[in-house]
């Protein structure tokens, strides 16, 4: 009679040998390989974007705009707003606008005619036409160019001639340039969110705006890497058990390994390929932002890292592994009750809705943490990996919220896990059409875990 350490040891042996054959299966698999370099291919374009479209840029990002400079009584109101804005332009740093003035052939269309010659020659991109005086104490101004809405541009004259006329109406009234630059002057007020009462955080001391910033993204970054990880070795695990089924390899494993070292040996073997194929992503993103054209484009994101709460790593992991492991064995268990490829996409719609809910539920309430929605899905078992994390990193959560969304998702995966290793069991022998939950009920009530 064999001991108890010889049973476990070859449980476990068993258990690993599912979970080689899994990884083995999945990485020597050309699908497999050839997806996961498209997608290191599109993030490594992704990331080098702005550097590509830059290399095409002829950098003439500045825009000329003529007016007519005249020496008429007549023009002499339009003459002078041009003349302002250019000096008002001018004194601006790296200002994207420069007024260029010309001379005034003593006829409107002349000018015109000038002025349309100098776009055509692309030493300017529009003209202002000055008319009537107007009780702004400007003259009437019509912006002339080839483009459809120049909205942009008529805003950023519209705003320079404010200004304009701003520091005219103060030096009239006597104010000397101390004075002028006290009223300019910008009032800052700065903020930090703090807490008052005994959270799941690290602190109550609050937390900056750089330090919400950090959060914020690592909390996107978390949220888009579990959906992610769901999607991707969900659908790989059910699509897995489905094509075992459907080459009848399943009736030799079942002989050899118990369906219930199969479920999770599949679920460990998937997480594994999951964990590498993200390693691998993140070792292309870390290798394209540390080019020597991506360096300075973030650095100018003045990102801190060490600003992140520690705290909050540890709940996004372990938020990461119980959806994961939920999710994974649901999918199991759905993979199991699939005879053909073809009906499994069907198959699995339910929960990629599921999982898709919980994803918006969390990315869309981003700026609105604390409302009623995302409170109530923090304790549904689907939702709270998602939006449970997302109420950490950026709210005061109390900590007995956080054990009875934990401990719910604990009670929620040990059902998922029970059900689903009794559906495994019964589904994973079940060919031809797919069964029905009557079928699936009573060979459940057959098989005891």
Known sequence: MKSLSEWWVIVMNSFWTVVGFT??????????????????????????????????????????????????????????TGDSLKAYYEKQENSNIVMVPFEDKGDASANEKQLKKAIDEGEIKGYLEFGDMTD??????????????????????????????????????????????????????????IYTGEGSGSGNTGRTPAEQGVNMGVIYVMIIFLFMAIMTSGNMIASEITAEKSSRVMEILITSVSPLKQMFGKIFGMFVVVIV?????????????????????LGNLD??????????????LLFF????????????????????????????MPLTFVSLAGFYIAIFSISAPD??????????PVFSPFVMLLRLGLTDVPMWQTLLSFGILLVSIYAAVYISAKIYRTGVLMYGKRPSLKEIRKAMKAYKI
């Open 371 to 380: 409302s009623m929605l995302v409170k109530v899905t923090s304790y549904i």
């Open 303 to 316: 990102i801190d890292l060490s600003l992140v709460d520690p705290i909050l790593l540890i709940y996004a």
């Open 277 to 297: 194929q993200v390693t691998f992503y993140l070792a292309v993103i870390l290798t394209n932002i540390s080019m020597p054209h991506n360096k300075g484009a």
């Open 321 to 348: 592994l119980t959806g994961f492991f939920l999710f994974a064995t649901l999918y199991a268990a759905v993979g199991s009750i699939v005879s053909r490829t073809e009906d499994l996409g069907q198959a699995v």
């Open 136 to 193: 702004s104490g400007f003259p009437e101004m019509t912006y002339k160019s080839e483009k459809l809405m120049e909205f942009g541009m008529t805003e950023s004259l519209q705003g320079a001639l404010l200004q304009i006329r701003q520091t005219n109406v103060l030096q009239d009234a006597g104010l000397s340039a101390e004075q002028m630059a006290q009223l300019s002057a910008p009032i800052k007020i700065g903020t930090v969110q």
């Open 23 to 80: 990884i083995r299966n999945k990485v020597k698999g050309k699908a497999f390989v050839i997806t996961t370099l498209i997608i290191a291919l599109i993030i490594s374009i992704g990331i080098n974007l702005p550097y590509i479209i830059a290399q095409f840029d002829k950098g003439d990002k500045v825009t000329n705009i003529g007016y007519i400079q005249s020496q008429s009584e007549q023009a002499a109101s339009g003459t002078t």
